[in-house]
């Protein structure tokens, strides 16, 4: 899910975009982070972009090392690749409830030869312990569990016509207590967990994850200077008591279109998003 729909596109064009193989003409294969990643991705329905690339700059090593990553939601795995490649100590699981979506992830992994460190599992939100163990997956062992939820309400207007597209935009008016009761239950002592959202869902965002992390620390991303934050990172550390922080706006657009240095070293270079790291 991207700020605009243009940011969106261009965070994959920054290094081009091909139609995929002859015989997947669904499907597009998007350059992410300067070309280091190629992820194959549906041609209509539902595309990852700009926010997902965000979501994964924040992911940090653990004060141990330790850096084994859930991707909830992960689609076709692009926030949780961009941790792999940025990231090479990174183990990351990438949890997706669309079968689909999961199979596609899986090839992503093996295209771009990350599966000593990467796997995709299809599977939901808040499923039961024992369905998560057959796929692999404990309570409390994930140092990160990363989160780019759908932004909309499904009773808040009309679902997109496609499914795929619709079941990523738009989720049920507790989804965002399901999924923060998730990540927590899956995060390990100390685990941080990492949100980008839509800025006006905040309040929201606050109730449900402030009850379970602590050190929440907000990044509000705006789409140019002077302009309103559209979307927000939000970080937040599993038993935790540190107070809550907001830091100064990241503006990803300069002059014209153009993304600003910072954010190109970020989506070009997969640097890291070094205010959320208190860097």
């Known amino acids: 899910m991207a700020i605009e729909v243009s940011d969106g596109e261009a965070a994959s064009r920054l290094s081009g975009a091909a139609d995929a193989p002859e015989f997947d003409r669904d499907l597009t294969d998007d350059a992410f982070l300067g070309g280091a990643l190629n992820l194959l991705q549906m041609r209509s329905g539902y595309r990852a972009g700009l926010d997902a690339v965000m979501l994964a700059a924040g992911v940090a090593p653990a004060g141990d090392g330790a850096l084994r990553v859930l991707d909830v939601g992960a689609g076709v795995g692009t926030a949780g690749l961009c941790v792999a490649r940025r990231l090479p100590m990174a ?38 312990v024992a369905d998560l163990r057959a796929l692999g997956l404990q309570d ?51 685990g941080v967990a990492l949100v980008v959202h839509r800025a006006d869902a905040l309040p929201q965002l606050l109730q449900a994850f402030g009850q379970r992390f602590g050190a929440l620390t907000l990044l509000p991303l705006h789409p140019r200077e002077g302009e309103p934050a559209s979307r927000v990172l939000m970080r937040g550390v599993k038993g935790s008591r540190a107070p809550l922080r907001i830091l100064p706006g990241f503006v990803l657009h300069g002059e014209g279109n153009a993304f600003t240095p910072e954010a190109q070293e970020i989506l070009r270079n997969g640097g890291p998003l070094l205010p959320l790291m208190g860097k």
Do not use: C, Q
């Open 91 to 128: 183990e990351v699981a990438l949890l997706e409830r669309e079968p689909e979506l999961a199979e596609l992830a899986a090839r992503n992994i093996e295209r771009n030869d990350l599966g000593r460190r990467v796997r995709a599992m299809a599977g939901s939100v808040g499923a039961a």
């Open 140 to 190: 409390e062992s994930f140092s990160h569990v990363i989160a780019n939820p759908p932004y909309y309400d499904v009773s808040a207007g009309t679902l997109a016509p496609d499914r795929l597209k619709a079941g990523a935009h738009a989720m049920d008016g507790d989804g965002l207590e399901r999924w923060a009761r998730f990540m927590a239950r899956m995060a390990r002592p100390l």
